[in-house]
């Protein structure tokens, strides 16, 4: 029996005869704290897309808990996004509703919660983030770290079985990115099984059980985070973290 919660298979993906995603296979395992790291159209962000079904693979096949997701059936579709915890570059918060109401219309309505549930659980995660202040303002009256602090909770308002991060940091004020990152920390020493798309190194280093580089829709290496960014092995890993940690 695996603990093998995603396995991606030969997985292309292809934009206007553009390879973004190139026959990558990849597995990730219960409690696996990945971080896909490259340059900037390597294909970090349509691989965690293809993932969660936002995309649809030209080839390849893509399991959760061992079942083959049907791309072609929106129900199949729809049990397996359950499993997965989507947080965006952009937080796509509910500009009309609140905090609490963003954090409790999916649990109400597609996990069937009662209101009274799904408002409790989304206390004690607002609390968990340190925004229970903040239940009844509107994202507009945020800040950027507060939203992307609040699509967090969101996403763990699902309980879902793994955690996919788009580039969480990279629409924040230098400021607000550690805030974000201490929550995102948290979990990962909780066992949260999280895929990370990342620009930020030091992070990655940090929490990662392990770090994968892509290239040009591929992968071109991946290790421990000792591995890869201390021993990086080929020239291409190399000259990319030469240029991104230089301070």
Do not use: W
């Not at 900037?40 to 096949?61: A, F, V």
């Not at 990342?198 to 290790?223: L, N, P």
């Amino acid at each position: 029996m695996t603990n093998e919660i995603i396995k991606v298979d030969g997985v292309t993906k292809i934009f206007k005869h553009v390879k973004a995603v190139d026959n990558v296979s990849l597995s990730i395992k219960k409690g696996d704290i990945v971080s896909i790291i490259g340059p900037s159209g390597s294909g970090k962000s349509t691989l965690i897309r293809c993932i969660n079904g936002l995309e649809i693979p030209d080839s390849g096949e893509i399991y959760i808990d061992g079942e083959k997701v049907d791309f072609g059936n929106d129900k199949n579709l729809e049990q397996m996004r359950l499993k997965i915890g989507f947080v965006f570059q952009h937080f796509n918060l509910f500009p009309h509703l609140t905090v609490l109401e963003n954090l409790t219309l999916a649990p109400i309505n597609v996990l069937g919660k009662s209101e009274e549930d799904a408002k409790a659980l989304a206390e004690t995660l607002l609390n968990r983030v340190g925004l229970l202040d903040k239940k009844d303002s509107y994202p507009a009256q945020l800040s950027g770290g507060q939203k992307q602090r609040v699509a967090i909770a969101r996403c763990l308002c699902m309980q879902p079985e793994v955690f996919l991060f788009d580039e969480p940091t990279s629409a924040l004020d230098p400021e607000m990115i550690g805030e974000v990152l201490d929550v995102m920390q948290e979990l990962a020493s909780e066992g949260t099984t999280m895929i990370i798309v990342t620009h930020e190194m030091g992070f990655a280093k940090k929490v990662s059980s392990r770090v994968v580089f892509m290239d040009k829709g591929e992968i071109v290496e991946q290790g421990s985070a000792t591995d890869i960014f201390d021993h990086p092995q080929s020239a291409r890993l190399q000259e990319f973290l030469s240029k991104v940690l230089r301070s």
